[in-house]
Nanobody, 121 residues
Framework: QVQVVESGGGFVQTGGSLTLSCAASGSIFGIYNLGWYRQAPGKQRELVATISKGGLTEYADSVKGRFTISRDNGRNTVSLQMSVLKPEDTAVYYC???????????????WGQGTQVTVSS
């Protein structure tokens, strides 16, 4: 079993900063892509940022220049530094991890339970 747990959400004013963290634990052989997604009320879940095992990053256009994703392969963690936050960044933020539990298993994607980020105007 693999568990993915996010932390660091909260309430912040427009223009403020917040850092989200995510840790994967359990029966892990290797973690490949890690990502952050978000879902606002009434909207579909959307990609925010991803980072490959080698550190290659991708960002949604709406967060480029404001958010930074990073990972610590030794600790199986991924972080999302968010700055210049806007009310439209308000959402539940989810972490996902592409994990193999053994060399022979297929890659599976595991999701965390989500953490709420609220940006007041």
């Amino acid at each position: 079993q693999v568990q993915v747990v996010e932390s660091g959400g909260g309430f912040v004013q427009t223009g403020g900063s917040l850092t989200l963290s995510c840790a994967a634990s359990g029966s892990i052989f290797g973690i490949y892509n890690l990502g952050w997604y978000r879902q606002a009320p009434g909207k579909q879940r959307e990609l925010v940022a991803t980072i490959s095992k080698g550190g290659l990053t991708e960002y949604a256009d709406s967060v480029k220049g404001r958010f930074t994703i990073s990972r610590d392969n030794g600790r199986n963690t991924v972080s999302l530094q968010m700055s210049v936050l806007k009310p439209e960044d308000t959402a539940v933020y989810y972490c996902n991890a592409g994990v193999k539990t053994s060399p022979w298993d297929a890659l599976k994607v595991y999701w965390g339970q989500g953490t709420q980020v609220t940006v007041s105007s």
